[in-house]
């Protein structure tokens, strides 16, 4: 039955994921924190990932910006990795409350890229990677960051799916080696991940044919409700463990 559960929440965030750039993470993550911990729901987590931003770049493969994708990926991969190492070093109760907290700061933050809007440049891109690369590696999902990184920068509908993907993809391979190299991904956590991750794959490809019909404000609305319930789900799991 946790399986099921499991599977259903990651074809509904791949589903979600694949309408509005991000998510996947901050929805599921809660649910395998609580199944396996949080230190074991980390590289799960990293695995399925891949398979989900691996899925968004077959579903818009055309649609890549490889100049934006190279900017944001070249410092974001060493960025990953050493945030990734940082996430190994710190105490599991510590990680859940990191990324509870983190989670739920994103909201005004989100609102507050929103308000300045910025045109951003290839450096940009490449600033904004390398320090969201290095959260990357230490939070579940830096999504509420990087999607608006990609949105001022020019990118939208399908071309921001796909480069948004493309480029966090590296980050996330870069995280889950960086795993597997001190012990923290085992045979077991990934085949656990690739469970989740096939969920997700799937949902992206449902996701496809709503992409064009999505409005502005319901992708907001969709973003802080999401953000929001993961982060005081992981605070609770924190406070009550």
Same mark, same amino acid.
């Given at each position: 039955?946790?399986?099921l ?12 994921s694949?309408?509005?750039g991000?998510?996947s993470?901050?929805m599921l ?19 399925a ?5 691996f899925?968004?770049?077959l ?8 100049r934006?994708?190279a900017?944001?990926?070249?410092p ?7 945030g990734?190492r940082t ?5 599991s !109760?510590?990680?859940?409350i990191?990324i509870?907290v983190f =989670?739920i ?5 989100r609102?507050?890229l929103?308000? !300045?809007?910025?045109?951003? &440049?290839l450096w !940009?891109l490449?600033?904004g990677?390398a ?6 590696g230490?939070v579940?999902s830096?999504?509420p960051?990087s999607?608006?990184?990609f ?5 939208t509908?399908g071309?921001f799916?796909a480069?948004e993907?493309a480029s &966090?993809?590296g980050?996330?391979?870069?995280k ?5 190299r001190?012990?923290?991904l085992? &045979? ?5 991940g690739l469970i989740?991750?096939? &969920? ?7 996701a496809?044919?709503?992409?064009l019909?999505?409005?502005p404000?319901?992708?907001?609305l969709?973003?802080?409700?999401i953000?929001?319930a993961?982060g =005081? ?7 009550t463990?």
């Amino acid at each position: 039955m946790n399986l099921l559960f499991i599977l259903a929440v990651g074809l509904l965030a791949g589903t979600i994921s694949g309408i509005v750039g991000t998510g996947s993470s901050i929805m599921l993550m809660p649910v395998l924190v609580y199944q396996y911990g949080p230190k074991q729901a980390v590289p799960i987590m990293a695995i399925a990932a891949v398979m989900a931003n691996f899925s968004r770049i077959l579903a818009w493969w055309r649609e890549v910006d490889w100049r934006a994708c190279a900017a944001y990926s070249i410092p974001g991969i060493p960025a990953a990795a050493l945030g990734a190492r940082t996430l190994l070093a710190l105490p599991s !109760h510590a990680v859940d409350i990191a990324i509870g907290v983190f =989670l739920i700061a994103m909201v005004p933050v989100r609102h507050w890229l929103a308000r !300045h809007q910025l045109k951003l &440049s290839l450096w !940009h891109l490449a600033i904004g990677g390398a320090a969201i690369g290095y959260l990357t590696g230490i939070v579940v999902s830096t999504g509420p960051l990087s999607v608006p990184l990609f949105l001022f920068y020019g990118l939208t509908k399908g071309a921001f799916l796909a480069t948004e993907a493309a480029s &966090s993809l590296g980050l996330y391979v870069s995280k889950s080696v960086t795993f597997e190299r001190f012990g923290a991904l085992t &045979s077991d956590i990934a085949l656990q991940g690739l469970i989740a991750g096939a &969920s997700l794959m799937s949902g992206a490809f449902i996701a496809r044919r709503f992409v064009l019909r999505l409005e502005p404000d319901v992708f907001r609305l969709v973003m802080d409700a999401i953000m929001l319930a993961a982060g =005081l789900s992981l605070l609770w799991t924190a406070a009550t463990s």
